[in-house]
C-alpha cells in the first residue's frame, strides 16, 4: 500500500514537473515568436553596443617641431554603487581608495552613496589617477571599481602661450586660440563600433558588425619659436612685477615675412586648467584689446607726409614753446621746444610738430595712408577674437580730428596693427600679412595647408621708407626718447608711445598706456617688436617702462637667432631659417 503511495506521487510530481516544463517552454516559444515586437526590440537594444571610437587630436607644434599640445590617455576611477553595495564593500572602498589617492574617504563615501545608480566618478569629472594609483587600485580588486581610459588634451608648457594655443574644453572641442581657430584640422574624424553584449554587459566580439577605424587628427605647426616666446614671456612678468602695470602683452614679428615668432600677453593662465581662469585673463590682449596708440601713431603721419613730398626731413616747424592753441583748443608737448625739424618732432615725439604736419598732409590723404598702413582693418591672423580697431571715416572727423589723430588719440588700434605699422615701414614700404600657422599636416604627412609670405599693400616708396628708418633709428640716440631700447653692437630703430586713457568726459591723469615699437638691426631690419604696458604705476612713459623691455627682448632674441648686427640677405628669406635652433 505504501509502495503504492509512493509511486502515485513519483507519478504525480513527474506529470507536474513535465507540464511546467512544457508550460515554460511554450511561454519562452510565445515570448520569442509571439506578438512583443515591441518587447524585443527593447531586449535587443539593451544587448546593442553602439559606441563611437575616440581619436587623438593633432599635436600643435613650434616651427622646430618643439611639442605645444597633444593629447594623452589619462585613467579616471569609477564605480558601480550598485554592485558596491550588494557586495556591502562601500565602507572598505572609500577608505582604501582615501589612502591611495589622499584624499578624504568622506568625499568617496558621499559619491558612492547612490544605490540606485550604475555609474559615479569616484574623484571629479575630470580627475585623474597616475600609474602608481591605478596599479594599486587594480590590485585592490573590489567588485564595482574600475578604471577608464580617457583621451586629455595637455599642455607641456603650462602657461607658456596659453593665449595662442587655447584649450579644448570638456566636450573635446577647441574653445579658444589656435584649438578653437583649427578646430575642423585638429579633431580628427571619430570611429564607430557596432555589436553586441552578453548579459553582463561583455562585447561578444564574434558578434561585431561594423567597425571603422578613427581618423587622427592634422598636425598645426606655428611659426612661434617657443624660445622666444619664453624671452618675451619672461620680460613682461619682470616689467609687470617691476611697474605694478594692470596687463602686459608684446609681439615679435619677422619683418620680411610678417611670420609671428612670439605673442605674449601677461597675466596668462594654465591651459591645462582653464576651469579655474576668469574669461578676462583668456583674451588675446595682442589682437583683441583696442588702445589709443599714442606717440607711436606720429610714425604714420610722417612717413604718409614725406611720401606726399609736401615736408622734407628739415622742414622746421614752430612747436610753440610747448602749448599751441589750434581752433580754440589747446594742444601741449611732454616737454615745450621752440623750433624743431620733421627729424627732431619724431626724436623728440612732439605733439605739436607731429599735428601740424598732419594739417599740411590734409584730412582726405591722410585717412587713405592710414587705410593702406591697414588701420581699421583686421589683419586676418589666424586666431579667434581679433578686432578691427577704430578708423571713423573722415566725413566723421571733426575740425581738429586730424591733430588728434596725428598723436595717436581719436583713433584705437590692436598692437599687432600697430605692429604691422612699423615692420611696412622696415620692409621697404610693403606692408605684410601677419601669419602664426605655418603648416597643416594630414596623419598620412600629406600637408593639407601651406602658408606663404603674402604682400597686402605698399603704403609709401621704398625712398621713404628709407629715410624714415633713418629717422626712427634716432629716436634711439642718448637724446632721444626712445634711448633705452638701445642694443649694444645693434643700431635700432623705433618710437615711443605714452597715452592717456579715455574715461567718461576726457582722459585720465593717472592711468595710460606705455608703448614702444621699433625693430633691429636698423641697417637691414629682420625684427620687429612691439611691448604695450596697460597702467604702469609711478613711471609711466613708453621710454622709461616699455623701451627697456624691447631691449631686453630684442637683445636675446638677435643674439638666440644669429642675426648680425648689419643683416644679412639670407635671413630675408627665413622661412624656413629663423629659429632653426631648438630651445
Known sequence: MIERKHKYRLIISAVIMVLALIGLSARLVFLHLGP??????????????????????????????????????????????????????????????????????????????????????????????????????????????????????????????CHVLGYVNLEREGSAGIEQRWDRYLQGVTGLLISELDGQRRELYDRRTLEIKPRKGADVTLTIDQYVQYIVERALESAVSEHQAAAAWAIVECVRTGEILAMANWPGYDANQFRTTVPDVMRNRCVANLYEPGSTFKIAVVAAALNEQVVTSSQVFDCERGTWFYRGRPLRDYHPYDKLSVADVIKKSSNIGAAKIALLLGDAPFFRYLKAFGIGEMTGIELPGEEAGILHPVSKWQPISATRIAIGHEVAVTALQMLGVICAIANDGMLMKPYIVQRVTGSDGHVLFEQKPVVVSRPIRPETAAEMKRLLTRVTEEDGTGRRARVEGYTVGGKTGTAQKPIPGGYSDVLNMASFTGFIPAEDPQLAIIVVLDEPKNVRTGGAVAAPVFKEIAEQSVRYLDIPPAGNDNFASHASGVGSRGM
Open 36 to 161: 512583443y515586437t515591441e518587447r524585443r526590440v527593447q531586449i535587443n537594444e539593451l544587448r546593442r553596443l553602439e559606441r563611437d571610437l575616440n581619436v587623438a587630436r593633432g599635436k600643435i607644434l613650434d616651427r622646430n617641431g618643439n611639442i605645444l599640445a597633444l593629447d594623452l590617455v589619462q585613467k579616471e576611477i569609477c564605480a558601480d554603487p550598485v554592485v558596491v553595495h550588494s557586495n556591502h564593500q562601500a565602507q572598505a572602498v572609500a577608505l582604501s581608495l582615501g589612502n591611495i589617492l589622499q584624499i578624504d574617504s568622506a568625499t568617496i563615501m558621499a559619491r558612492l552613496n547612490s544605490p540606485a545608480s550604475r555609474f559615479v566618478y569616484l574623484i571629479g569629472y575630470g580627475r585623474y589617477v597616475d600609474d602608481e594609483q591605478a596599479s594599486e587600485i587594480i590590485r585592490m580588486k573590489f567588485p564595482g571599481v574600475f578604471l577608464n581610459d580617457v583621451m586629455v588634451r595637455s599642455y607641456p608648457r603650462g602657461a607658456s602661450m
